[in-house]
């Protein structure tokens, strides 16, 4: 998983599930999805998915990221 800074006074990760192609948000108290590939992708129409895509563009939620959340080869440096 990995952290981004606060938005709006709360601490926000992006995660993707083991067995499922799936990234989301996690929250304190809450989480969600914004894709599941192949399935669907609502990372457009949720308020904590656009701040990520504002913040680090687009490929935030694409399937580059997703093989590399997979194969543990994530660079968390890059959206530093």
């Known amino acids: ?36 590939f192949g399935q669907w992708d609502r990372s457009a129409t949720r308020d904590g998915c656009l701040k990520f895509i504002e913040i680090w563009g687009r490929e935030i939620f694409g399937e580059s990221t997703l093989r590399s959340l997979k194969d543990g080869t994530f660079n968390l440096n890059r959206y530093g």
């Open 1 to 36: 998983m990995a952290s981004a800074p606060p938005i709006s006074g709360r601490r926000r990760s992006i995660r993707q599930t083991s067995g499922q192609e799936f990234i989301g948000i996690r929250e304190e108290r809450s989480s969600y999805g914004c894709v599941v």
